[in-house]
T-cell receptor, first 109, second 116 residues
Framework: GQNIDQPTEMTATEGAIVQINCTYQ??????LFWYQQHAGEAPTFLSY??LDGLEEKGRFSSFLSRSKGYSYLLLKELQMKDSASYLC??????????WGAGTKLIIKP | GAVVSQHPSRVICKSGTSVKIECRSL??????MFWYRQFPKKSLMLMAT?????????EQGVEKDKFLINHASLTLSTLTVTSAHPEDSSFYIC????????????FGPGTRLTVT
């Protein structure tokens, strides 16, 4: 079966750095996405990785290792507004997104 | 960036009635649109995939006669929840994939459906 695993909840301090991990097992791979979702809102796109390595975009970076079926989202200089759920999703061989359950990130002052 | 709109954003209806939710891609043509349902504190559950001009492909366990999907044009897909029941209360989110070959899906803002 297809499976995406990510921690249920994480807590971090304002101004710090946090890494949210995601491991996956899917039938085929056409890229891995990270989305941010605030409570009661639709997800918003953060990053897309299809090749191994690190993609940096401002305070957010995303890493992918296809051989390990592993990705992480790195958030730097945390702000209170970063409190949200972070969803990892993998596009399978049918170009459909397989979603993780999301990681709820709590930022404390 | 690409924008997807959904209407209505919130709807309350009585049991037994039908509700239509619209999903529009505002500045791009979406050959494929997806409908998701999200339960509280759960991941998004794909309900169906619709391609313009053809019948929607429903995921296992999703009743096609209850959740009617019509992808009438390259910019519009509708989801109709027929004979709604309280257990249909949920957050329904659509997304659209740019027909230009980009893999990214752009999400609508979601529709909160409450069935009383």
């Amino acid at each position: 079966g297809q499976n995406i695993d990510q921690p249920t909840e994480m807590t971090a301090t304002e101004g710090a750095i946090v890494q949210i991990n995601c491991t996956y097992q899917t039938s085929g791979f056409n890229g891995l996405f990270w989305y941010q979702q605030h409570a009661g809102e639709a997800p918003t796109f953060l990053s897309y990785n299809v090749l191994d390595g690190l993609e940096e975009k401002g305070r957010f970076s995303s890493f992918l290792s296809r051989s390990k079926g592993y990705s992480y989202l790195l958030l730097k200089e945390l702000q209170m507004k970063d409190s949200a759920s972070y969803l990892c999703a993998v596009m399978d061989s049918n170009y459909q997104l397989i979603w993780g359950a999301g990681t709820k990130l709590i930022i404390k002052p | 960036g690409a924008v997807v709109s959904q209407h209505p954003s919130r709807v309350i209806c009585k049991s037994g009635t039908s509700v239509k939710i619209e999903c529009r891609s505002l500045d791009f043509q979406a050959t494929t649109m997806f409908w998701y349902r999200q339960f509280p504190k759960k991941s998004l559950m794909l309900m169906a995939t619709s391609n313009e001009g053809s019948k929607a492909t429903y995921e296992q366990g999703v009743e096609k006669d209850k959740f009617l999907i019509n992808h009438a044009s390259l910019t519009l897909s509708t989801l109709t929840v027929t004979s709604a029941h309280p257990e249909d209360s949920s957050f329904y989110i659509c997304s659209a994939r740019d027909g230009g070959g980009v893999n990214e899906q752009y999400f609508g803002p979601g529709t909160r459906l409450t069935v009383t």
